[in-house]
């Protein structure tokens, strides 16, 4: 049977040959139809860059054209989950609220009722302009991205605008989300719950008080029922109002001109006024330390439990000269799950993967992992297996640091983690929506971006040396040991797992 939409022609004498044509019905002819864009004439086009202005307010806009039929644009803004407090005093009314969860909330209440638009009207907007929205949160930055078909950018920058500027934040949509955060945080997963676990107790109250990086990312359930539409709008008050300068526009696929043109008229018009933003961000101070969480059975009986641990050890954040090194270190390491479809890339190769899940039966995922902040970071291997093997666990991660600690790595090894952390860094700005994030969060975190051959560059000269010296400086440190899971009594608490690395670095 043949597609009906193509036209066999007739087959000439003497020939095997089937000659396939598209039928004037299919043709789009001398006129291209409107809602096509046009293609760019080869003799126009430029080597994409990454170009960078700064308006005349502060808000900082970043793009790179890639001449693709699809824009992604968006905003990252430069607050996040350790800005929330407990309680402030908002100084336009006097009025207390507790902020704590309220990035949470705002992620979920993205691209809903507007000043001049309520939130059905912007989704069913955006479906006409064939339009995709994201939203998301982190420690330290939040973004709001649309992925739109190029011709339709100006209308959907147009509601991002809106979103970000003027929404109307109601009583009823706030009470929504915060139903649909009760019931994420009911089925949170526990490698989730093991990462905010130790992010809470890598980074511990000082002098009684929480530390801004170990605070909760995801709204807990204790803070929930103090978020009100008032928590929003004093935390944006705190952060977005008045603050272009924690502006960020970013673009892929889009002229420059145009992304400052967009900018300018949605955001060019915001004044600076220097209020308690400016002393938002509070250093934290690593003081290592454990996380333990004993979890309710699931409900499925056929569901096999598993034991969760993850132990790490402060490295330094976006600014230190380890990051690359700790980069590479994290690769080299690798790991993931046990079941895995293999191939190349996949890391079958990398060490936790020989020398973990390989060799232990009960090994159920063992694997590198890397977490970076302005002023510090971590570096660490998690793992899970059956409750019964939890100590077993906790001695292999342990063995690795040693090991890492005692032993160059070999050569083979580190050429492999230098190739494959290139490799994953070009394969991922290839993705529209990954540049568009990466110049953002690099021109709020830097001020500027590097490309990829600067980066690139930067791996190649990561050596054994640097490897090892990561390594050691890291493990003199205090570990952070987090573990969650149905049963933990086998798991090493601290005191023990500093003991085992206490036992080796003697005699080293």
């Given at each position: 049977t043949k597609a009906a939409d193509v036209v066999v022609a007739s087959k000439p004498q003497n020939s095997n040959v089937q000659h396939h044509s598209i039928p004037s019905t299919r043709r789009i002819g001398a006129e291209r139809p409107a809602h096509i864009p046009p293609n760019v004439p080869i003799d126009s086009l430029e080597i994409p860059e990454t170009k960078i202005t700064t308006l005349s307010n502060g808000v900082r806009v970043g793009s790179m054209e890639t001449y693709s039929q699809v824009s992604t644009v968006g905003v990252l803004l430069d607050f996040g989950s350790r800005h929330e407090l407990d309680q402030y005093t908002v100084p336009s009314n006097n009025k207390t609220v507790s902020t704590a969860g309220v990035n949470h909330l705002m992620e979920l209440l993205a691209f809903n009722s507007t000043k001049n638009y309520d939130g059905m009207e912007i989704r069913n907007i955006l479906e006409s302009l064939g339009g995709a929205t994201f939203a998301q949160s982190s420690r330290e930055q939040m973004m709001y991205c649309v992925d739109v078909l190029r011709p339709n950018v100006h209308a959907a920058f147009n509601l991002l605008g809106e979103t970000i500027q003027s929404p109307i934040v109601q009583e009823m949509e706030v009470e929504e989300m915060k139903q649909v955060i009760m019931f994420q945080t009911?089925?949170?997963?526990?490698?989730?719950?093991?990462?905010?676990?130790?992010?809470?107790?890598?980074?511990?109250?000082?002098?009684?008080?929480?530390?801004?990086?170990?605070?909760?990312?995801?709204?807990?359930?204790?803070?929930?029922?103090?978020?009100?539409?008032?928590?929003?709008?004093?935390?944006?008050?705190?952060?977005?109002?008045?603050?272009?300068?924690?502006?960020?526009?970013?673009?892929?696929?889009?002229?420059?001109?145009?992304?400052?043109?967009?900018?300018?008229?949605?955001?060019?018009?915001?004044?600076?006024?220097?209020?308690?933003?400016?002393?938002?961000?509070?250093p934290s101070i690593y003081t290592g330390g454990e996380y333990r969480l004993q979890t309710q059975r699931s409900p499925h009986s056929a569901k096999e439990e598993f034991t969760h641990i993850a132990v790490a050890f402060e490295v330094g954040g976006w600014h230190s000269l380890d990051l690359v090194p700790t980069c590479v270190l994290q690769t080299l390491l690798g790991g993931g799950s046990s079941f895995s479809a293999g191939g190349p890339g996949k890391g079958m190769y990398s060490r936790l993967y020989r020398e973990i899940l390989n060799r232990h039966r009960?090994?159920?995922?063992?694997?590198?992992?890397?977490?970076?902040?302005?002023?510090?970071?971590?570096?660490?291997?998690?793992?899970?297996?059956?409750?019964?093997?939890?100590?077993?666990?906790?001695?292999?991660?342990?063995?690795?640091?040693?090991?890492?600690?005692?032993?160059?790595?070999?050569?083979?090894?580190?050429?492999?983690?230098?190739?494959?952390?290139?490799?994953?860094?070009?394969?991922?700005?290839?993705?529209?929506?990954?540049?568009?994030?990466?110049?953002?969060?690099q021109i709020l975190t830097y001020g500027k971006r590097e490309d990829a051959v600067t980066m690139c560059a930067k791996i190649d000269a990561v050596t054994k040396e640097d490897i090892r010296e990561v390594v050691r400086k890291a493990i003199q440190k205090r570990p952070t040991v987090s573990s969650v899971g149905v049963d933990i009594s086998t798991v090493p608490d601290l005191g023990q797992i500093t003991q085992m690395l206490g036992k080796k670095s003697n005699k080293r």
């Amino acid at each position: 049977t043949k597609a009906a939409d193509v036209v066999v022609a007739s087959k000439p004498q003497n020939s095997n040959v089937q000659h396939h044509s598209i039928p004037s019905t299919r043709r789009i002819g001398a006129e291209r139809p409107a809602h096509i864009p046009p293609n760019v004439p080869i003799d126009s086009l430029e080597i994409p860059e990454t170009k960078i202005t700064t308006l005349s307010n502060g808000v900082r806009v970043g793009s790179m054209e890639t001449y693709s039929q699809v824009s992604t644009v968006g905003v990252l803004l430069d607050f996040g989950s350790r800005h929330e407090l407990d309680q402030y005093t908002v100084p336009s009314n006097n009025k207390t609220v507790s902020t704590a969860g309220v990035n949470h909330l705002m992620e979920l209440l993205a691209f809903n009722s507007t000043k001049n638009y309520d939130g059905m009207e912007i989704r069913n907007i955006l479906e006409s302009l064939g339009g995709a929205t994201f939203a998301q949160s982190s420690r330290e930055q939040m973004m709001y991205c649309v992925d739109v078909l190029r011709p339709n950018v100006h209308a959907a920058f147009n509601l991002l605008g809106e979103t970000i500027q003027s929404p109307i934040v109601q009583e009823m949509e706030v009470e929504e989300m915060k139903q649909v955060i009760m019931f994420q945080t009911m089925d949170m997963m526990p490698q989730v719950l093991m990462g905010e676990g130790l992010q809470l107790a890598a980074y511990g109250p000082m002098d009684g008080k929480l530390q801004q990086l170990g605070r909760p990312h995801f709204c807990t359930a204790e803070a929930l029922p103090n978020l009100t539409a008032d928590s929003v709008h004093a935390f944006r008050e705190q952060h977005i109002l008045n603050n272009p300068e924690k502006i960020v526009v970013s673009g892929s696929g889009i002229s420059h001109d145009a992304l400052v043109e967009l900018a300018e008229a949605n955001f060019g018009h915001m004044t600076s006024n220097k209020n308690d933003s400016a002393k938002a961000t509070i250093p934290s101070i690593y003081t290592g330390g454990e996380y333990r969480l004993q979890t309710q059975r699931s409900p499925h009986s056929a569901k096999e439990e598993f034991t969760h641990i993850a132990v790490a050890f402060e490295v330094g954040g976006w600014h230190s000269l380890d990051l690359v090194p700790t980069c590479v270190l994290q690769t080299l390491l690798g790991g993931g799950s046990s079941f895995s479809a293999g191939g190349p890339g996949k890391g079958m190769y990398s060490r936790l993967y020989r020398e973990i899940l390989n060799r232990h039966r009960w090994a159920e995922s063992a694997e590198a992992f890397t977490s970076f902040h302005a002023e510090s970071g971590l570096w660490g291997i998690s793992g899970s297996c059956p409750p019964q093997y939890g100590r077993e666990m906790g001695t292999a991660i342990v063995h690795q640091f040693e090991k890492l600690a005692d032993d160059f790595v070999t050569d083979e090894e580190l050429d492999r983690a230098r190739n494959m952390l290139k490799c994953n860094v070009l394969t991922q700005l290839e993705s529209r929506l990954v540049l568009f994030e990466d110049i953002g969060r690099q021109i709020l975190t830097y001020g500027k971006r590097e490309d990829a051959v600067t980066m690139c560059a930067k791996i190649d000269a990561v050596t054994k040396e640097d490897i090892r010296e990561v390594v050691r400086k890291a493990i003199q440190k205090r570990p952070t040991v987090s573990s969650v899971g149905v049963d933990i009594s086998t798991v090493p608490d601290l005191g023990q797992i500093t003991q085992m690395l206490g036992k080796k670095s003697n005699k080293r």
